[in-house]
């Protein structure tokens, strides 16, 4: 019973030393949370009373109600962050100052008691008045007939996630305190705390994009420096849980539960160990003084080094060796002056500075000439379960997006092409995509020779060959990945290419419509130069057309992309979303159905569709006149110009035939081979009414007609 009332006494004391504390969180839960909800719903009532109602416009506004009452609410993160470092880091303020401290713990109760008291304070001065003015708000809702299950489940799921990461972010304050002496050192401590797991895999992931051939930046690497940060961890599950997806976050969820036990138990730990004449010193345990160093020092330098490099375009190597000694003397410098508070004190420690020289070199050494190999790695063939596979320059109108259903509602997130096809792709069929591998180890030494660009692609062009790059991924048995991407030349891999572009396992991983589900699918329509038609087709019909055109895509190759073209091409509207799929010659019965349902993919482009043809040169010698145009009748022209208009009918069927549409050549530049430099614009008559139609092309490599060279003084252009 003393026990239980010297307890309460202590947190009354407490609360009287950080009152300040509570009046200002009180304040910035009702400015920031109570009133502003208050005046959105203000707002909403003003909108309906100038607006019919409709499901539409209350179907917006209760989304918006709980967006703002759940995770959604991007200001309530920033009120909890906020709360969370003041409480954390004035809870124990006490032990920045050595007659305070006496005063402390000079009364008789154990450290452990007086822990709980003030660290119990520091909780409730963040949770009541949070939980005061969401009862607030679920008041102003009720009244005005906002209020729903819905909304005031969303609300107490935000209450419980935020109060979660409000205790992590909180305790990891106070162990700042625990470590230091210093109020500036705390804060300096609590940051590092906050960000250090980022600041790792951001080194993680600039080094090995400079340094090392095959390393595959940049795939959730977002995603790591956000979960590699408490802060930033809070924020990523905030997104998913206001996006629907609390499934998600289950996972992180209890690991941050088991994080803040082990947290609060370390901080008490801390608590009683600390000596008491560490007030006013800058690290309170002398252990802990050369192991933070070290984890400050090493990887701040490594960060200078990379500054050095990624600013230098020439002679990288050197200005590395310089940008690491210079980053080292001064952030080794500012710490021991930091920890001694004497300037004089800068280079103090010469045995630790000798270690850090010694570790950096060694890591810089291991990363700059891979002295573990890892651009010649790969898994075992025996030990990998599958391989997925994303190839650079093939299909390049296809956008990739994650469907999901979540409570009833479709739920559409956009991906990155080649993260959705490593994710979605699993190769059984190992043989091939091995040996493109082995191919892309093969061009790494061209890399070796220099610090590589963050462009894969900038090889050696001596061996006149066409490079491009290749993305893969292997899921080892064991449930390990492995992430590589590499840089091949085309010319020694296109069988291996088609091979595995042929693998049904790849077109399922490839082309996202063969995860779509009918349902998803709102509109269908369908267009070509002369046609343009939106179906109005039931689930039956839309599953059909589904199923043909699956079939027919599986029977695709690269060699049929490279040399024919579309016929039309298919619109899917998934909502707000629309995905374009190619029609080609071969689809017969992808083009039957189409016909059948009033869409004609059967009429191509001729020659007496077209009115005229005009040619224009790029690369024109920039001394002539760039406004000089020339007519063309006849298939031959005894003048140079930089633009020339074609209407010969023979002229314009030798053309034709020769071109390649510049769209679908930019979609699928690594099989189509097309003069570029050379734009060809073809105006087509598209009926009987004199409306026209006017689409750009490129000439096929090889086949532009010698008049047309002639013509444009193509010849003369080196």
């Known amino acids: 019973m003393i026990s239980k009332s010297l307890f309460l006494k202590l947190q009354k004391e407490d609360l009287k030393r950080r009152i300040w504390t509570v009046s200002l969180f009180m304040l910035v839960f009702f400015l920031l949370y109570t009133v502003i909800c208050a005046l959105n719903v ?76 003030i660290y119990l304070n520091g909780l409730l001065i963040y949770i009541v008045p949070y939980l005061i003015n969401l009862i607030l708000c679920f008041i102003v809702l009720g009244i005005n007939k906002y209020m729903t299950m819905g909304v ?21 304050a106070i162990i700042a305190v625990m470590l230091t002496g210093n109020f500036v050192v705390s804060c300096l401590g609590a940051a590092v705390f906050y960000l250090y797991g980022s600041l790792i895999v951001f080194l ?19 995603d790591m420096l956000f979960k590699m940060s408490p802060i930033g961890n809070y924020i990523l599950n905030a997104t998913e849980i206001a996006d ?62 990379s500054l050095f490099v990624s600013i230098a375009n020439y002679n990288k190597d050197a200005w590395l060796v310089f940008g690491l000694l210079i980053s080292l003397i001064v952030v080794y410098g500012i710490i021991e002056i930091i920890y001694n508070f004497d300037i004089r004190s800068a280079f103090h420690g010469k045995y630790h500075l000798i270690i850090s020289v010694i570790t950096i070199a060694l890591i810089a050494c291991i990363i700059r000439f891979d002295l573990f190999r890892y651009d010649f790695y790969i898994p075992k063939e025996k030990d990998v379960k599958s391989i997925s596979v ?15 259903k979540v409570n009833n509602i479709t739920k559409i997130q956009h991906s990155n092409s080649y993260s959705y096809q490593l994710e979605n792709m699993k190769l059984t069929d190992k043989e091939a995509a091995f040996t493109l591998a082995s191919l892309g180890i093969d061009s790494v030494p061209i890399y070796k020779k220099k610090i590589k660009s963050y462009m894969l692609t900038d090889v050696d062009s001596n061996d006149n060959k066409t490079y491009y790059n290749i993305k893969m991924k292997f899921t080892l048995k ?15 891999s296109f069988n291996l290419l088609n091979e595995i572009y042929n693998d049904s396992e790849y077109k399922k991983g490839h082309y996202p419509i063969y995860q779509w589900d009918v349902d998803n699918i709102t509109k269908i329509t369908c267009s070509n130069v002369f ?44 909502d707000y ?33 077209i009115r005229e043809i005009h040619v224009t040169n790029l690369r024109y010698n920039e001394d002539k006149l760039f406004d000089e145009q020339v007519t063309v009748n006849a298939a031959s022209a005894d003048v140079l110009g930089r633009e020339v208009k074609y209407t010969d009918k023979e002229a314009i069927k030798d053309i034709f035939s020769s071109l390649v549409p510049r769209s679908y050549y930019w979609n699928n530049s690594l099989i189509l081979d097309a003069e570029d430099s050379i734009e060809v614009s073809v105006i087509i008559d598209v009926d009987e009414y004199g409306n026209y139609d006017k689409q750009i092309y490129y000439f096929r490599t090889g086949q532009m007609p010698d008049f047309v060279k002639r013509d444009i003084g193509y010849e003369s252009v080196e």
């Open 390 to 404: 994303a190839i650079e320059g093939i299909d390049g109108h296809i956008r990739y997006y994650e469907i999901e």
């Open 42 to 117: 203000s707002n909403y009532l003003y909108r309906n009373s100038r607006l019919e109602y409709s499901e539409s416009i209350n179907a917006y506004i209760t989304e918006e109600i709980t967006s703002f009452m759940g995770m959604g609410n991007e200001i309530m993160l920033l009120i909890t962050m906020g709360c969370a470092i003041v409480s954390g880091l004035s809870g124990f303020f006490f032990l920045h100052s050595k007659k305070k401290v006496d005063l402390y713990h000079s009364i008789p109760i154990r450290r452990e008691m007086m822990f709980s008291a």
């Open 244 to 305: 629907g997806y609390l499934n998600r976050t289950i996972f992180s969820i209890i690991t941050t539960i088991i994080a803040n036990i082990l947290l609060i138990a370390f901080a008490i730990f801390l608590y009683k160990k600390r000596p008491s004449e560490a007030a006013g010193k800058a690290m309170a345990f002398r252990i802990s003084q050369p192991i933070i160093k070290f984890a400050l020092v090493i990887p701040l330098t490594l960060a200078g080094g």
């Open 204 to 222: 993680k992931e600039t080094y090995f994009s400079m340094f090392f051939a095959t390393y595959l930046g940049a795939y959730n690497s977002e």
């Open 577 to 609: 979303y629309q995905v374009i799929y190619y029609v080609y010659p071969s689809f017969t019965n992808t083009i039957s159905f189409l016909k059948e349902h009033g869409f004609d993919a059967t009429k191509g482009i001729e020659a007496d569709d």
């Open 531 to 574: 046609n343009d038609k939106e179906f109005s087709f039931d689930f039956f019909k839309k599953n059909q057309l589904l199923e043909i055109y699956k079939a027919e895509l599986a029977s695709l190759s690269l060699e049929e992309i490279a040399e024919t073209q579309p016929v039309a091409e298919l619109f899917f509207h998934i």
């Open 478 to 492: 064991s449930g390990r990945e492995v992430f590589r991407q590499y840089s091949l030349p085309l010319e020694d």
């Open 152 to 172: 005031f489940t969303t609300a107490l799921i935000a209450f419980g996630v935020n109060i979660l990461y409000y205790i992590l972010i909180y305790t990891l």
